[in-house]
């Protein structure tokens, strides 16, 4: 039997960001060529371009995959808690892990919002963070309206505050370039947050 062309190619850009990704865990994202690419993958340029057009192809088809992947085990998460307020600690949990295991999906990130200019991958990656703080913010407000945490609770200023926090334990792994703090700091920094929440103990 024939090779299936579209699972081939499929494959082939999935390995293309998988690579884009590993190369912006140790260096910025934004001085990653496609020479790069294709030299870490054993690939010439023309080769790398019959998957995908462009620079900003990659980069806009891995923001896709953060986003899949991201927001998939997020709500994995947030489905097998028993109740909302356990569901947004594994929420919380399940982005520290994500983190860990893709190092370079921060500095992709960071990277893409601090590009000058509008295009279509910095709108990409506003989407994505609009999109996760607008999950946390509901459920926030099942916990609030559950009476987990405190009624005069600010659900939009607290779901800012839960991306926040996890922003902030990324860029102190990014400083010390240790990133298993990130997993160490972030239970005692889930914990202060959930203090502020009002939420029993």
Same mark, same amino acid.
């Given at each position: 039997?024939?090779?299936?062309?579209?699972?081939?190619?499929?494959?082939?850009?999935?390995?293309?960001?998988?690579?884009?990704?590993?190369?912006?865990?140790? %260096?910025?994202?934004?001085?990653?060529?496609?020479?790069?690419?294709?030299?870490?993958?054993?690939?010439?340029?023309?080769?790398?371009?019959?998957?995908?057009?462009?620079?900003?192809?990659?980069?806009?088809?891995?923001?896709?995959?953060?986003?899949?992947?991201?927001?998939?085990?997020?709500?994995?998460?947030?489905?097998?808690?028993?109740?909302?307020?356990?569901?947004?600690?594994?929420?919380?949990?399940?982005?520290?892990?994500?983190?860990?295991?893709?190092?370079?999906?921060?500095?992709?990130?960071?990277?893409?919002?601090?590009?000058?200019?509008?295009?279509?991958?910095? %709108?990409?990656?506003?989407?994505?963070?609009? %999109?996760?703080?607008?999950?946390?913010?509901?459920?926030?407000?099942?916990?609030?309206?559950?009476?987990?945490?405190?009624?005069?609770?600010?659900?939009?200023?607290?779901?800012?505050?839960?991306?926040?926090?996890?922003?902030?334990?990324?860029?102190?792994?990014?400083?010390?370039?240790?990133?298993?703090?990130?997993?160490?700091?972030?239970?005692?920094?889930?914990?202060?947050?959930?203090?502020?929440?009002?939420? %029993?103990?």
């Amino acid at each position: 039997m024939l090779p299936n062309p579209r699972q081939s190619t499929e494959s082939r850009q999935a390995e293309i960001i998988a690579t884009m990704l590993a190369l912006a865990a140790g %260096r910025n994202p934004a001085d990653i060529t496609t020479t790069d690419i294709a030299k870490a993958m054993n690939l010439t340029q023309g080769a790398l371009f019959r998957h995908f057009p462009s620079k900003e192809a990659i980069r806009l088809a891995v923001a896709e995959w953060v986003e899949a992947h991201l927001m998939a085990r997020l709500e994995a998460a947030r489905q097998a808690a028993p109740d909302a307020l356990r569901g947004l600690e594994a929420m919380f949990l399940a982005h520290v892990q994500f983190i860990r295991e893709f190092p370079g999906v921060p500095r992709f990130v960071f990277a893409e919002l601090q590009q000058a200019g509008d295009s279509p991958v910095r %709108r990409r990656v506003q989407a994505i963070m609009q %999109r996760h703080r607008q999950s946390v913010a509901e459920v926030l407000e099942s916990a609030r309206a559950m009476q987990l945490i405190r009624q005069d609770l600010d659900c939009r200023a607290a779901a800012s505050l839960f991306l926040g926090a996890i922003q902030g334990l990324v860029i102190q792994a990014m400083l010390v370039e240790v990133p298993v703090e990130v997993d160490e700091q972030a239970a005692g920094v889930l914990r202060l947050y959930l203090y502020g929440l009002g939420a %029993r103990p």
